[in-house]
Nanobody, 127 residues
Framework: QLQLVESGGALVQPGGSLRLSCAASGFNLDYYAIGWFRQAPGKEREGVSCISSSGGATKYADSVKGRFAISRDNAKNMVFLQMNGLKPEDTAIYYC????????????????????WGQGTQVTVSS
């Protein structure tokens, strides 16, 4: 069974930074493009970013462009999300997931194209 585990969430002040990690268990992560999503209370799950299997291509939601950076270390079987300039509206549970679709055919980050979701990690941005 493919399992992903997120970590790194915390309470942080506006303008602060966090680095989220997504670790794979039981399989090689480098076969898959990996996405980060988030879900705030009462809202739908929203695509944040995605990285190709090689790490050579990335996608970002407009709301995080210029502030967030996705990366991966296939040797360590991990994917990361560096979040800078955090805002209260970034508060959510953050999830990572893999897609079996070709990264370059993903026009939008749709949660229905992803599976093997982790349990999520809470990010709270508040003063």
């Amino acid at each position: 069974q493919l399992q992903l585990v997120e970590s790194g969430g915390a309470l942080v002040q506006p303008g602060g930074s966090l680095r989220l990690s997504c670790a794979a268990s039981g399989f090689n992560l480098d076969y898959y493009a990996i996405g980060w999503f988030r879900q705030a209370p009462g809202k739908e799950r929203e695509g944040v970013s995605c990285i190709s299997s090689s790490g050579g291509a990335t996608k970002y939601a407009d709301s995080v462009k210029g502030r967030f950076a996705i990366s991966r270390d296939n040797a360590k079987n991990m994917v990361f999300l560096q979040m800078n300039g955090l805002k209260p509206e970034d508060t959510a549970i953050y999830y990572c997931a893999l897609t079996r679709h070709n990264f370059f055919r993903l026009s939008v980050l749709d949660a229905r194209d992803f599976d093997s979701w982790g349990q999520g990690t809470q990010v709270t941005v508040s003063s």
